[in-house]
């Protein structure tokens, strides 16, 4: 079974500067999908990136990349010119890229609670 | 943009109760999901649903749980004899393959 691992439980960031949560995975399987995605106060969860294990190219969305090392199992954000409302629990997930019983679920790591001070 | 939504927002029932927490998963999605999170934890899955039938289920997802999709739009969980433990918030996803896109969730309180 797989298993995700976020270390940080609490990171603050001043607004405007950068921060990286970290994440760790442990698999066997070599095809995969890993994410982030954010829980503000409301408790929606967002989708922030996806990065595909097959992809050496770390992915980007505006503001947030990823370092994907894959010999490592190392999955972290980086949250570039933090704002205010980048404040939120950041949530890693890693999906499997096949499953023969048509179930693609989430397995998820424990959070981490980012800060953002003005 | 299409979006996942769930009703209620809020649930509150009592020990022994049967609930049903209702989901409208976006239009063209293959696969379907329910996660819990319970206070302060992660999110945990607890089954998914394609193709009009189960594909998987987690420990938490026992005989008191089963889900429906009656008429193609809307996705239900439903608990048949509510515990405390039970209290969380429950979050219908749903995907065409790779990305899952979640609802707002339920709070369910089971006083």
């Known amino acids: 079974a797989q298993t995700v691992t976020q270390s940080q439980p609490e990171m603050s960031v001043q607004e405007a500067e950068t921060v990286t949560l970290s994440c760790t995975y442990d698999?066997?399987?070599?095809?995969?999908?890993l994410f982030w995605y954010k829980q503000p106060p409301s408790r929606q969860m967002i989708l922030v990136i996806r990065q595909e294990a097959y992809k050496q190219q770390n992915a980007t969305e505006n503001r947030f990349s990823v370092n994907f090392q894959k010999a490592a199992k190392s999955f972290s954000l980086k949250i570039s010119d933090s704002q205010l409302g980048d404040a939120a629990m950041y949530f890693c997930a890693y999906r499997s890229e096949y499953s023969g019983a048509g179930s693609y679920q989430l397995t998820f790591g424990k959070g981490t609670k980012l800060s953002v001070i003005p | 943009e299409p979006e996942v939504t769930q009703t209620p927002s809020h649930q509150v029932t009592q020990m022994g109760q049967e609930v049903i927490l209702r989901c409208v998963p976006i239009s063209n999605h293959l696969y379907f999901y329910w996660y819990r999170q319970i206070l302060g934890q992660k999110v945990e899955f607890l089954v998914s649903?394609?193709?009009?039938?189960?594909?998987?289920k987690s420990e938490i997802f026992d005989d008191q749980f089963s889900v429906e999709r009656p008429d193609g739009s809307n996705f239900t969980l439903k608990i048949r004899s509510t515990k405390l433990e039970d209290s969380a918030m429950y979050f219908c996803?749903?995907?065409?393959?790779?990305?899952?896109?979640f609802g707002p969730g339920t709070r369910l309180t089971v006083t």
């Open positions: 649903f394609y193709n009009n039938e189960i594909s998987e």
């Open positions: 698999t066997s399987e070599s095809d995969y999908y």
């Open positions: 996803a749903s995907s065409f393959y790779y990305e899952q896109y």
